[in-house]
T-cell receptor, first 118, second 113 residues
Framework: EAGVTQFPSHSVIEKGQTVTLRCDPI?????LYWYRRVMGKEIKFLLH????????ESGMPNNRFLAERTGGTYSTLKVQPAELEDSGVYFC????????????????FGPGTRLTVT | QKEVEQNSGPLSVPEGAIASLNCTYS??????FFWYRQYSGKSPELIMS????GDKEDGRFTAQLNKASQYVSLLIRDSQPSDSATYLC?????????????FGTGTRLQVTL
C-alpha cells in the first residue's frame, strides 16, 4: 500500500509569487490534514478535510492560504501571494474514518514539501 | 504554557541502555496520544499510539499514559544507534468529526556507541 505522497518535495519562490502544493493521501483514507513546521518551531495544524468537506480550518494563518480537496481524493494547498514567513515544511497526513464513538485513527504523514520564499 | 511540552534534549544514552522520553499536555480532555519518530529532513513516522491509562508495549518500545497527571512517556529498551532521531509527542484533540494533532517541539535522542 502506497503511503501519503506530496509534490513537489522542494519549492523556492520569490515573495509575491504563487505556489501550489499537492497531497495524495493513502488510498481509502477519507481524512486528510495539512500541517506546517516553520524553522525552530513545533509542527502546527492547518486544516482537516473529511472527504471534500473542510471540518476544521482554524489553523490556516490567513486568507492567502487556500486548501481544496475536489472529489475527496487529492488535496492542494495554494499560497498566494507568498510572504517570507510562509517558508517552512508543509506536511500532509491522512487517516481512516472514525467508526462509532472510537477515537480518531492514527495519522500517517507524507514526506513534506519544503517551501522557501526569498 | 505550551499545550504539549517536551524537553528538547539532546538526551544522550549509551547503546543498549533504556531511553526515557517524557511529555506533558495541558488539555485534560485529550483522549489519544501518539509518539512519532523523525529523522533529520524526513517526515514524522508513527511508532506508538496509546488511548488508555497504563502501559502499552510494542517490541522495544513502551508507551505509558497517566491521564490524572497529564503525562505520557516513551521507553526505548536496548537503544540502538539507529534510534537516534527526534521523538515527537502528539495529542489528538477532536470534537465531533473534526480532529487535529497538537505536537510538542520534540526531544532529540542520541544513542552513543
Amino acid at each position: 500500500e502506497a503511503g501519503v505522497t506530496q509534490f513537489p518535495s522542494h519549492s523556492v519562490i520569490e515573495k509575491g509569487q504563487t505556489v501550489t502544493l499537492r497531497c495524495d493521501p493513502i488510498s481509502g483514507h477519507d481524512n486528510l490534514y495539512w500541517y506546517r513546521r516553520v524553522m525552530g518551531k513545533e509542527i502546527k495544524f492547518l486544516l482537516h478535510f473529511v472527504k471534500e468537506s473542510k471540518q476544521d480550518e482554524s489553523g490556516m494563518p490567513n486568507n492567502r492560504f487556500l486548501a481544496e480537496r475536489t472529489g475527496g481524493t487529492y488535496s492542494t494547498l495554494k499560497v498566494q501571494p507568498a510572504e517570507l514567513e510562509d517558508s517552512g515544511v508543509y506536511f500532509c497526513a491522512s487517516s481512516r474514518s472514525r467508526v462509532g464513538g472510537r477515537p480518531p485513527y492514527e495519522q500517517y504523514f507524507g514526506p513534506g514539501t519544503r517551501l522557501t520564499v526569498t | 504554557q505550551k499545550e504539549v511540552e517536551q524537553n528538547s534534549g539532546p538526551l544522550s544514552v549509551p547503546e543498549g541502555a533504556i531511553a526515557s522520553l517524557n511529555c506533558t499536555y495541558s488539555d485534560r480532555g485529550s483522549q489519544s496520544f501518539f509518539w512519532y519518530r523523525q529523522y533529520s529532513g524526513k517526515s514524522p513516522e508513527l511508532i506508538m499510539s496509546i488511548y488508555s491509562n497504563g502501559d502499552k508495549e510494542d517490541g522495544r518500545f513502551t508507551a505509558q499514559l497517566n491521564k490524572a497527571s497529564q503525562y505520557v512517556s516513551l521507553l526505548i529498551r536496548d537503544s540502538q544507534p539507529s534510534d537516534s532521531a527526534t521523538y515527537l509527542c502528539a495529542v489528538n484533540q477532536y470534537t465531533g468529526t473534526a480532529s487535529k494533532l497538537t505536537f510538542g517541539t520534540g526531544t532529540r535522542l542520541q544513542v552513543t556507541l
